[in-house]
């Protein structure tokens, strides 16, 4: 156990968060510009209609995301719990098996998407003048899967000892790549949504590549064994018990994007579409610091939990709840205020400035909650509870919005689309407040009782 891995347990709370987050926040922020450049160059340099297609291909990339997170966050969530109890041989288990487990998932999922591609697109609301740049954009982006998948996986892995500057640089490194390439092929070769896609996908190599070397140098408390990549029944298990409410999360997400994609295109306009487009992208910025926030808390909390510091744990808890609410609010108050200056990079074409921005209004009335709700998420997936963590995974996106999704647009046409969004933030937080509630009152229970 190095030092860093047992500063997890010592160092103050509040700084070490801050330490342990900010690399993650800046990593995620990173991570979130791949699409939000992707946008801005095809929006100059494509058209509505290259936005839109995008639009409809996201769903797609969001399961591909699904797909690394799935192993990711729980073998993240093991190998810092175990490192916390000083098993160093399980944690180097997990990292085996969460090798493994990517190159099959990487694998499966780039030819499942390359065989069923058109009728996938088709299921997502691609149809029509957009489904040619839908097409062009995802047949390239499922040939990096494997890359894309493996990257984010050994992304957690880093993490989970607490070490989120190399992930950080790792992804700094692919996004200037990922910079650099979107105008060399969108401008330079006149590649379109084709070549804004083979920009993605080299830049999810160069990820691959900087995490590699970083395995190599020796500078890991674990070791990436390619000899030793296998199943293991009870780490598996383990992994994808607590992995399975990141991906049913993220899943659902996608199916959230989907659906509104055809709820546009049936209550409005391909322009719509291309709407959703600029603003799902502004709205990934503003997830992306929360997902970095947790990724920071997430192996503090697990590591405090594990090594039976439950005082510790509680105040990474309730320290990481107001952090994530305060990030919300300040992102909630921008994007009522100063809309049209967030949407204005994406589009010179005036309809689609004009409705980018009351959509993004209208989307975000409740965003000043969603903090509260990804972390109260997050933190029973730190605690290896997948049980809650899959509930509340779940609630957000899919027992609450899609209803509203499905009823909204009936009584308030295009407005019930971007109206579902507020609703459904409310409502899961206020679902999330006493399962989050419980669980500060049993970490002060249990340190209670163990206090002399």
């Given at each position: 156990m190095n030092r860093r891995t047992e500063s997890l347990g010592r160092d103050p709370v509040g700084p070490?968060?801050?330490?342990?987050?900010?690399?993650?926040?800046?990593?995620?922020?990173?991570?979130?510009?791949?699409?939000?450049?992707?946008?801005?160059?095809?929006?100059?340099?494509?058209?509505?209609?290259?936005?839109?297609?995008?639009?409809?291909?996201?769903?797609?990339?969001?399961?591909?995301?699904?797909?690394?997170?799935?192993?990711?966050?729980?073998?993240?969530?093991?190998?810092?719990?175990?490192?916390?109890?000083?098993?160093?041989?399980?944690?180097?288990?997990?990292?085996?098996?969460?090798?493994?487990?990517?190159?099959?998932?990487?694998?499966?999922?780039?030819?499942?998407?390359?065989?069923?591609?058109?009728?996938?697109?088709?299921?997502?609301?691609?149809?029509g003048e957009?489904?040619?740049?839908?097409?062009?954009?995802?047949?390239?982006?499922?040939?990096?899967v494997p890359a894309l998948i493996l990257g984010i996986a050994l992304s957690h892995a880093v993490r989970a000892e607490g070490d989120v500057r190399t992930s950080m640089h790792a992804m700094l490194v692919s996004a200037g790549a990922n910079f650099v390439l979107d105008p060399l092929f969108i401008f330079g070769l006149h590649g379109g949504v084709a070549g804004a896609a083979w920009a993605t996908v080299l830049s999810q190599v160069v990820l691959v590549l900087w995490l590699l070397r970083h395995y190599r140098s020796g500078a890991s408390v674990l070791r990436l064994r390619p000899r030793e990549f296998r199943f293991r029944r009870n780490l598996l298990g383990e992994i994808a018990a607590v992995g399975t409410s990141e991906w049913v999360r993220i899943s659902a997400n996608a199916l959230v994007v989907g659906a509104v994609v055809r709820s546009l295109a049936l209550h409005g306009s391909p322009l719509a579409v291309a709407a959703y487009g600029i603003v799902s992208r502004l709205l990934s910025l503003a997830f992306m610091p929360l997902f970095g926030l947790t990724q920071g808390f997430m192996p503090l909390l697990g590591y405090n939990y594990g090594a039976g510091l439950h005082g510790r744990a509680r105040q990474v808890l309730v320290l990481s709840l107001q952090a994530a609410t305060a990030f919300s609010a300040v992102v909630w108050f921008l994007c009522l205020v100063f809309p049209s200056l967030l949407v204005a990079p994406f589009t010179a074409h005036e309809d689609l400035l004009a409705l980018g921005s009351r959509s993004l209004r209208a989307m975000t009335l409740g965003f000043f909650l969603v903090g509260f709700q990804i972390l109260g998420a997050a933190t029973f997936q730190a605690l290896g509870?997948?049980?809650?963590?899959?509930?509340?995974?779940?609630?957000?996106?899919?027992?609450?919005?899609?209803?509203?999704?499905?009823?909204?647009?009936?009584?308030?046409?295009?407005?019930?689309?971007?109206?579902?969004?507020?609703?459904?933030?409310?409502?899961?937080?206020?679902?999330?407040?006493?399962?989050?509630?419980?669980?500060?009152?049993?970490?002060?229970?249990?340190?209670?009782?163990?206090?002399?």
């Open positions: 070490l968060l801050l330490r342990l987050s900010l690399p993650g926040v800046v990593g995620m922020l990173v991570q979130a510009s791949y699409n939000v450049v992707d946008a801005f160059f095809i929006g100059r340099g494509v058209g509505p209609l290259g936005l839109a297609g995008t639009a409809v291909a996201f769903p797609l990339q969001l399961l591909i995301l699904a797909m690394g997170t799935f192993g990711g966050v729980g073998a993240q969530s093991l190998i810092s719990r175990s490192l916390g109890a000083r098993d160093l041989p399980r944690a180097q288990g997990a990292l085996d098996v969460l090798g493994a487990l990517s190159l099959v998932l990487g694998i499966a999922t780039a030819l499942v998407g390359l065989a069923w591609l058109d009728p996938l697109l088709a299921l997502v609301g691609g149809s957009i489904l040619p740049y839908a097409r062009s954009y995802m047949r390239i982006i499922l040939l990096g509870k997948a049980r809650p963590a899959l509930f509340l995974s779940l609630s957000r996106q899919v027992l609450l919005f899609l209803p509203l999704l499905l009823l909204l647009p009936r009584w308030c046409g295009l407005w019930g689309v971007w109206l579902a969004f507020p609703l459904s933030d409310l409502l899961s937080a206020l679902l999330t407040l006493p399962f989050v509630l419980s669980q500060i009152r049993e970490l002060e229970e249990v340190q209670s009782s163990r206090t002399p």
